[in-house]
């Protein structure tokens, strides 16, 4: 490694201890990872939908579609919006890594504000120009919204990988496309890919056997239950997979530090793993969600945990990464507890309206197929 790649640490310093910016980095990116999933699974899941039901909007799949990009209408937003913190706590942690990383891929990383203004525009086509509003069409511009999705999911993981080893910066620029030769980067991509599917498919599970326990559109409902639990079942399998093959892909020093690092790298590794096997256990109980809806409230409470956990691993694995490189360098410390305390209250309220919107939502009297 080149430490001459590696810019100075900001002379400014940090405005608080540096474990504070780490617990809130992890907070707001778990935030995040919510609609996010929903956003990025939730999409690939309305397009299989959409095709699968013959591209139009009658018969469980088309409502299935239809209700998943009702609800990404509003989850891009919030996606986007919990991003905020969560970035601004990476650049302030690990801006020599991060900065650098993304001039490395600077066309690229630019080109992802086009991609999501044109998914976001397509999610919004669908919808109004789609089979939602015209009972039927629009594949192609749910396609489109799918595919922009995507290729932003790989951008972030490129960039994720390249703050992570600034070693490999010299051969990156010569060739920023090497990232995708990392043995990581496919079963990184892939792990957060079926995240994203499961968690929405159970998301969708549970709101239809909502729906179905108040005697709205029952069989639509109880199908859609069945098909979102089956589709959140087997993604789970594959992430799970995954994500032991991602585990002995990882270089062999961040595997040791994993091991050497006792139970504050361990234990959340172990939790999760413990918990993506539960998972597993509570999808294969039953195959008719309807009938029993605590086990439906129980596996989405345990798959919001998961995520909750797996972002803790996820920084603990960008830490072991980059252990080698900020050894050499520590942060002044200025404290400025008053712009902090005004990001506490300013999140707390952000998260009580966020709540109390998702409540009137949930409780709200729409029935029917738009009832999402």
């Known amino acids: 490694m080149n430490p001459d790649l590696i810019p100075a640490v900001d002379p400014a310093g940090l405005p608080g201890p540096p474990w504070l910016f780490h617990v809130l980095l992890v907070f707001t990116f778990f935030l995040h990872m919510l609609f996010v999933n929903l956003t990025l699974g939730g999409t690939l899941l309305a397009l299989v939908a959409h095709l699968r039901g013959g591209g139009g909007s009658n018969g469980f799949r088309g409502v299935l579609a239809g209700r998943l990009m009702a609800v990404n209408a509003f989850g891009i937003s919030l996606a986007i919006t919990t991003g905020i913190a969560p970035l601004l706590f990476l650049q302030v942690i690990y801006h020599q890594y991060f900065y650098a990383a993304t001039i490395l891929i600077a066309w690229i990383w630019f080109a992802m504000l086009i991609l999501l203004v044109l998914g976001y525009y397509s999610t919004y086509v669908f919808k109004y120009r789609g089979a939602p509003a015209k009972g039927r069409g629009g594949g192609i511009w749910l396609a489109v919204s799918a595919v922009m999705f995507f ?64 005697g709205v559109d029952f069989e639509v409902n109880t199908e859609i239950a069945r098909s979102c639990w089956a589709w959140a079942l087997w993604a789970t399998v594959l992430q799970v997979a995954d994500g032991f093959l991602l585990l002995m892909l990882l270089p062999r020093p961040v595997l040791g530090g994993f091991m050497r690092g006792g139970p504050a790298t361990l234990g959340p590794l172990t939790l999760a793993i413990f918990l993506a096997i539960g998972l597993l256990v509570m999808l294969a109980r039953s195959r008719n969600p309807v009938e029993n809806s605590g086990l439906v409230g129980g596996t989405l409470g345990a798959m919001v945990l998961t995520i909750g956990v797996m972002s803790i691993t996820r920084h603990q694995v960008r830490e072991l990464y980059l252990a080698a490189s900020t050894s050499h360098y520590q942060f002044a410390v200025v404290p400025q507890w008053g712009n902090f305390l005004l990001f506490v209250v300013l999140l707390i309220a952000g998260l009580a309206t966020v709540a109390y919107l998702v409540k009137r939502v949930l409780s709200s009297p729409a029935a029917g197929q738009d009832a999402a």
């Open 151 to 214: 290729l932003i999911a790989m951008i972030h993981v490129a960039v994720n990988l390249i703050s992570s080893q600034p070693e490999k910066w010299a051969s990156l620029a010569d060739s920023q496309w090497s990232v995708l030769a990392d043995p990581t980067y496919w079963p990184r991509l892939f792990h957060f890919v079926f995240a994203g599917i499961a968690f929405a498919a159970l998301v969708m599970a549970w709101w239809a056997v909502r729906q179905a326990n108040r």
